[in-house]
């Protein structure tokens, strides 16, 4: 410990001391390498499943006054007691196995705590997060003059974009005179939208109707030809439309909506066209499986998270605007830059344009990946692990006792277990115990939904590491847990 280091106050110097962090540190790396490789080994359960109430009991806020030096000890059972997702048997939600690389960048970036509300609190972060959007808005095909912010989730993405929309679109200043000062505005959503779309119209204030649902088809895709009625219907009922919400890979199933059909709709009715593509923008990564993004490049919006199929920890989530400068509007009236006639806003003072003020430097574990690792290992596990699912749902239809819901877009399958013998009326029951006895015993993590009012298993294979094995060995898992 350097001496000349609050000398009155030990434990503060000792908290601090840079020795002290390099043993802790080397140690804890080893520990997280350890785990890692154990667990991509297949090794020890994927949740290592307890109640609420147990969890709670084993960490208490018994904290003392005087310091323990006891890190390693807790970090130990933080690492066991916690949900496996490098095990390639974790095929349960839309959240990544992180890129070691990835949790060192967030590390570094927790050490080294660069807020970037304005440029001078993070310059590095501040210009890896323009440069990597600019990746981003090229990778989708958006045009020149694009650009946005990385922001704190899907969630806060569609937000985001949706409030530019609405100061794009409203025909009235809805930020200074609340959502009354004009007509009710809503957005045409499909059914199978994430309630993060519904939940920020509400946050809006337009209520239950601020939405208005787009049918599906028998894919759970939008069903264009629906749009026009839809919108009809909405403008009799005294709302004003301003945009499309589509979904590119949607939450439950992974359906990608027709995006051409979707542009060429709102071009014709001059409204907002945004993607959630929170989940499936990354498909445009892949040269196999872009095609379904097709479309995207005309969007006035995106959102697209880099936690989900980029392998990186949460959370990083880029919202992008084909128009760069209305990434500035989601939190602003832009009067002053109407009446003096020229944009003095500064694109590196980002916090003008998100939901956060202090944010963590959320570029860094993106840039470094792909500056380090190359782009390839991303387009890579997007066609790998979408190929691995095709290959699945195959699998599932030539069973005989089991039955695919849709065949997959991407990465999430929808199925169920039908052994014979087994009446229709106790599948759905069948499923849900199914499930929980395997993600009980730590065997898998799996998850499940509802899709036309029955019960089906859910996977999404979003660990590159999972194989057609451990699929196989999945169904084998299930028929002997009926
Ligand atoms: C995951 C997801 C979201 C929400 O994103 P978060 O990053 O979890 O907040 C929104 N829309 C879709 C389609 C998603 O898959």
Redesign the pocket.
Known sequence: MQPSMAPHRPNLAAAYDSEHFRRLGHQLVDQLADHLARTTRREGPVLPWAPPATSVERFPADFPEEPTGDASALLARVIEGSHHLHHPRYVGH?VSAPLPLAALCDFVSSLLNNGMAVYEMGPVSTAMEHNVLRWMAGVLGLPEGSGGVLT???????LTALLAARQARAGFDAWNGGPTAGPPLTVLVPES??Y??TRSVRMMGWGAEGVTPVPVDAHYRLRPEALEETLAAAKRAGRRPIAVVA?????ATGAFDPLEAVADFCAKHGLWFHV?????ASAALSPRYRHQVKGIERADSV?W?A??LMMMP??I?AVLFREGHRSFEAFAQEASYLFTGQDTRRWSDVALRTLECTKEMMALKLYTCLHTLGTKLFADSVTDTFDLSRRFAQRLQSSGDFELAVPPDCNIVCFRHTPQGVPASELDALQVRLRESLVTRGDFYLVQTTLGGRVWLRITVINPLTTDADLEALLDALRRAV
Do not use: E, I, R, W
């Open positions: 839309q704190s989730g899907g969630s806060a993405g569609n939208t994430h993060c779309v979904s590119a890979g949607s939450t959630d593509g929170a989940h499936g959102v998270d936690h989900k949460a959370l989530t």
